[in-house]
């Protein structure tokens, strides 16, 4: 059988409003990432672009950014699942890669947050989960994590400053990645300290460092079959086992509230089809959205047992020294989370790890990676294994 | 000249902002204004639905009846908010949570009346009906 490999990855910056268009915004993670691979639009045989809609005017983007990027008369396709959407979009292209169907394929990620205010987009990602049944009580994202965070919690005895310690350890990488939105440094007492903002309530009981920041930015990977992987490229990197679940909207038609179904049944068969286990992995990316949502991904993907994620982040299992580094690039806490560009954007950081690249925060030596990106409050659960 | 059929948005009526007008399952919107909670059953294979659907993915077919919700359920979880979406600013603090009813769960707020202190993980609540201060009805959880 052969394989399929990521040739080329790029992001822009994220950043809080980004002065332009959302064409010129995917530009900037396609340029990059077309660079990285040495490639010209010629040699890319589709594209794939993946975006949460509603944050911004344009209907279709894919066929308006297909122009924009040089990617006529190429078919393009669009592919949503919130938060998840750029590695649902891997999907695809690994799909259509796989197929013969094409040999050379770009997945495109974008998301322009700053065209509506803050409690629109609150209500827009609110409308992510069940409008019919929830949304008509009020929810937003960090309330419904709040709630997994609140039974994590009563079932294990998670404390608030276990979940500060994991956005200490952001903050701790984010100072690190010029592409991040967040670069200071964040402290135990910035979280605990009454006054300060960091440790204001949002929804209890997550607090505003609890949660990650809304971003403007754009991802590109590039996937290409074992063929031209190895005309185009010095270093591809494999794609050894792909993942992806869904479950109930409604948190009503829910059995697991102390960690995502979606994010167990996913790494499940990822692992399968790698044919690795968890301990094998060097070198992760987790969908941090909320501080909660990372301890829970350290139980789903099997890096500790249920209730045990609390002593990873203690003993700095997951920093860039640790058993299991988990992102060291600064994670949606710091860098920032571009809905649609998110998934793009771990897979470039774990695709640079397992080519020797990441620069001040390389790992030593990984020979296998992990991306675990999550649609929604758990709707959409993806997890990728990629290999050198 | 055939009278233009009424369109049934009773939907309109649930929560404080509702998202849905069309639904086939708009009775709901009717019980609750009898002061109750109803979930709906296919009468051809058992299965309990709530919230309620017209139809039944395991028999593939429409054939579902009401029954009212009783009893009461357990806290699985909650979270007070402290901000709220757009069309929710004048609600907030408010708690959403979930009741777990042992053959179904209920998504909803808890009672401005139940004082947060009170409020803990596993307590035995129920649901009732709830008329908002804008008219609209949803349901709340109180202490059982």
Redesign the interface.
Same mark, same amino acid.
Request: net charge neutral; aromatic share 18%; glycine share 12%.
């Given at each position: 059988m052969s394989r399929v490999a990521i040739i080329g990855v790029g992001q822009s910056e994220f950043v809080r409003a980004y002065p332009g268009s959302v064409r010129e915004l995917a530009f900037e993670g396609f340029r990059d990432a077309m660079r990285d691979a040495r490639l010209t639009v010629k040699d890319v045989q589709a594209s794939v672009i993946c975006s949460a809609p509603e944050y911004d005017k344009q209907r279709s983007p894919a066929g308006v950014f297909a122009e924009y990027l040089g990617l006529n008369p190429q078919p393009t396709f669009y592919v949503e699942s919130l938060c998840s959407s750029s590695s649902m979009g891997l999907r695809l292209a690994y799909s259509l890669v796989k197929s013969g169907l094409h040999e050379v394929v770009a997945v495109i990620g974008f998301q322009k947050m700053s065209e509506i205010?803050s409690?629109?987009s609150?209500?827009r990602?609110?409308?992510g989960a069940?409008?019919?049944?929830?949304?008509?009580?009020?929810?937003?994202m960090?309330?419904?994590y709040?709630?997994?965070a609140?039974?994590h919690m009563?079932a294990y005895g998670t404390t608030l400053e276990d979940l500060a310690l994991i956005r200490v350890k952001a903050a701790t990488y984010g100072q690190l990645n010029d592409k991040a939105v967040y670069r200071k440094p964040v402290t135990l007492e910035n979280l605990t300290h009454p006054e300060d903002r960091m440790a204001?309530?949002?929804?209890?009981?997550?607090r505003v460092g609890d949660c990650c920041a809304n971003a403007d930015g754009s991802s590109c990977v590039i996937v290409a079959s074992e063929e031209k992987a190895k005309a185009f490229c010095r270093k591809p990197v494999w794609v050894l086992g792909l993942g992806a679940a869904t479950t109930s909207v409604?948190?009503?038609?829910?059995d697991l509230?102390t960690g995502l179904s979606v994010a167990r049944e996913a790494s499940r068969q990822a692992y399968k089809m790698a044919g690795i286990g968890p301990k094998d992995v060097d070198v992760a990316e987790v969908h941090d959205c909320f501080t909660i949502a990372e301890m829970m991904a350290y139980e789903d993907l099997g890096f500790a047992g249920p209730g045990e994620g609390r002593d990873l982040i203690r003993g700095k299992a997951t920093y860039k020294e640790g058993s299991i580094p988990v992102n060291v690039d600064g994670g949606l806490l710091s860098k920032g989370h571009p809905i649609g560009a998110t998934g793009g954007s771990q897979i470039r950081t774990v695709v640079l790890q397992l080519r020797g690249e990441a620069g001040a925060i390389q790992v030593k030596d990984p020979e296998i990676g992990l991306v675990h990106n999550i649609g929604g409050v758990g709707l959409y659960g993806n997890v990728s294994i990629f290999g050198r | 000249m055939a009278e233009k059929a009424k369109i049934d948005e009773r939907?309109k009526k649930?929560?404080? !902002? &509702? /998202?849905?007008s069309l639904?086939k399952t708009n009775d709901f919107v009717d019980f609750l204004e009898k002061g109750q909670i109803a979930g709906t059953r296919c009468k051809d294979c058992g299965r309990v639905f709530?919230?309620p659907r017209a139809d039944c993915f395991q028999c593939l077919a429409s054939n579902t009846e009401w029954f009212e919700v009783t009893g009461s359920g357990r806290l !699985? &979880? /909650?979270?007070?908010?402290?901000?709220?979406?757009?069309?929710?600013?004048n609600?907030?603090p408010?708690c959403?949570?979930?009741l777990d009813y042992g053959t179904?769960?209920?998504?909803?707020?808890i009672s401005r009346d139940v004082p947060e202190a009170d409020i803990a993980?596993?307590m035995p609540m129920k649901a009732i009906a709830n008329t908002l201060p804008n008219g609209q009805l949803?349901y709340v959880f109180v202490k059982e």
């Open positions: 205010s409690a629109e609150q209500e990602m609110g409308r069940d409008i019919q049944w929830e949304s008509p009580f009020g929810t937003m960090p309330a419904y709040a709630m997994y609140r039974a009563a204001g309530p949002v929804a209890s009981p997550l409604n948190l009503a038609g829910r509230f | 939907f649930f929560g404080t !902002v &509702s /998202f849905t639904t709530f919230p !699985v &979880s /909650f979270s007070k908010l402290e901000y709220g979406p757009a069309g929710f600013q609600d907030v408010y959403i949570a979930l179904f769960k209920i998504f909803g707020r993980v596993g949803n």
